[in-house]
T-cell receptor
């Protein structure tokens, strides 16, 4: 079974530029998560989807961050405009059911200069 | 507000030794307590998890001890191997929503 796929793996952009991250979860996993992981810290939840519905986006900075999960499969996380403080690893995870084991992708390392 | 506190921040253990990592939580509604292992450049991977109806769970060399009254849980890595060198995160949550600790970097020396 293929794992969680994320792209790109690395991204370097200048501040104020837009950036997008893509995630393809494990087939059949209806719950999808986006996490932010700062250096030396644990993951922090940004948004959680049940199929195509965002059921928890309370930690998503909505002034510059947006996400979508069309058709309840792939998901895209966007930042516009990026700030220096957005430099971090963005992790996508999924689970088969709401309280099931979460499987993480390798993450996208974003550097904002 | 950090809801899950993890210690130590780092530890060095000799091959064959025992690694012990501790976590404490505040929210009594939490009912799921997983431990994740993360290697550089990789995403976290689930090692072992426990629910509050048991006080201990063992899988191979990894054991979780859980103290509901103290709101604490710990990971014991027995017979530590160099391949265990990684960062370990505890987490706690309910209904699929997890709060992670800050992580412990474990180095196992040959």
């Amino acid at each position: 079974e293929a794992g969680v796929v994320q792209s790109p793996r690395y991204k370097i952009i200048e501040k104020k530029q837009p950036v997008a991250f893509w995630c393809n979860p494990i087939s059949g996993h209806n719950t999808l998560y986006w996490y932010l992981q700062n250096l030396g810290q644990g993951p922090e939840l940004l948004i959680r989807y049940e199929n195509e519905e965002a059921v928890d986006d309370s930690q998503l900075p909505k002034d510059r961050f947006s996400a979508e999960r069309l058709k309840g499969v792939d998901s895209t996380l966007k930042i516009q405009p990026a700030e220096l403080g957005d430099s971090a690893v963005y992790l996508c995870a999924c689970s088969f059911v709401l309280e099931g084991e979460q499987y993480f992708g390798p993450g996208t390392r974003l550097t904002v200069t | 507000q950090q809801q899950v506190k993890q210690s130590p921040q780092s530890l060095i253990v000799q091959k064959g030794g025992i690694s012990i990592i501790n976590c404490a939580y505040e929210n009594t509604a939490f009912d799921y307590f997983p431990w994740y292992q993360q290697f550089p450049g990789k995403g976290p991977a689930l090692l072992i998890a426990i629910r509050p109806d048991v006080s201990e769970k063992k899988e191979g060399r990894f054991t979780i001890s859980f103290n509901k009254s103290a709101k604490q849980f710990s990971l014991h890595i027995m017979d530590s191997q160099p391949g265990d060198s990684a960062t370990y995160f505890c987490a706690a949550g309910a209904w699929g929503k997890l709060q992670f600790g800050a992580g412990t970097q474990v180095v196992v020396t040959p």
